[in-house]
Nanobody
Framework: QVQLVESGGGLVQAGDSLRLSCAAS????????MGWFRQAPGKEREFVAA????????YYADSVKGRFTISRDNAKNTVYLQMNSLKPEDTDVYYC????????????????????WGQGTQVTVSS
């Protein structure tokens, strides 16, 4: 069982930056690929970024590539999402998620593959 708690959301202006954090419980954090997803009311959960178990490989949605950076600190059981050059269309609830995969496997882009989810943190970008 893994419990995930996101933090770091807030209200910012277009062009600003935010860093989201997701703290995981348990001693097996490094056994999980981690992902960030976002969701607006009435819409499907959308892939944002993912990171391999080792942290050596990262993946991004085209809409955030070059602006967002996912990273992890396995010693601190924490995954981060650094969001730069924020746009109003980045406004959403952001969720972190964990997927137990074999070491070296590619993290999934699909929300359905992830077993554990945080409660979400709201990011609002004003124009």
């Amino acid at each position: 069982q893994v419990q995930l708690v996101e933090s770091g959301g807030g209200l910012v202006q277009a062009g600003d930056s935010l860093r989201l954090s997701c703290a995981a419980s348990g001693r097996t954090f490094s056994s999980y690929a981690m992902g960030w997803f976002r969701q607006a009311p009435g819409k499907e959960r959308e892939f944002v970024a993912a990171i391999s178990r080792s942290g050596l490989t990262t993946y991004y949605a085209d809409s955030v590539k070059g602006r967002f950076t996912i990273s992890r600190d396995n010693a601190k059981n924490t995954v981060y999402l650094q969001m730069n050059s924020l746009k109003p269309e980045d406004t959403d609830v952001y969720y972190c998620a964990a997927d137990r995969i074999v070491y070296g496997a590619t993290p999934s882009y699909s929300a359905g593959a992830y077993e554990y989810w945080g409660q979400g943190t709201q990011v609002t970008v004003s124009s």
